[in-house]
Nanobody, 126 residues
Framework: QVQLVESGGGLVQAGGSLRLSCAASGRTFSSYIMAWFRQVSGEEREFVARITRSGGTTYYADSVKGRFTISRDNAKNTVDLQMNSLKPEDTAVYYC???????????????????WGQGSQVTVSS
């Protein structure tokens, strides 16, 4: 089992940047596919980005491609989300997620992930 704790959220003006970090407990962090999702109150949770176990491959939602970068450090048990050129529509609670599965799924759906952090609020003002 792994516990995930996000940090780094906050308030930023449109066009600005924020970096979210997710710290994972346990000794098997490198065995998990990691992802970031976000959710606006009253709406469904939305996939943002994911990264493979080695960190060699990343995948992004079209809405954030070219602006956000996901990365991981398996030695430090962390996964980060660098968010640049932020827009008001990026405002949401951002969640870190971990999947222990090994099937060849897309890993863009919430049900594909086993563990979740508590969430970190990101607010982008116009």
């Amino acid at each position: 089992q792994v516990q995930l704790v996000e940090s780094g959220g906050g308030l930023v003006q449109a066009g600005g940047s924020l970096r979210l970090s997710c710290a994972a407990s346990g000794r098997t962090f490198s065995s998990y596919i990691m992802a970031w999702f976000r959710q606006v109150s009253g709406e469904e949770r939305e996939f943002v980005a994911r990264i493979t176990r080695s960190g060699g491959t990343t995948y992004y939602a079209d809405s954030v491609k070219g602006r956000f970068t996901i990365s991981r450090d398996n030695a430090k048990n962390t996964v980060d989300l660098q968010m640049n050129s932020l827009k008001p529509e990026d405002t949401a609670v951002y969640y870190c997620a971990a999947s222990k599965s090994f099937y060849s799924g897309p890993y863009v759906y919430g049900h594909e992930y086993d563990y979740w952090g508590q969430g970190s609020q990101v607010t982008v003002s116009s």
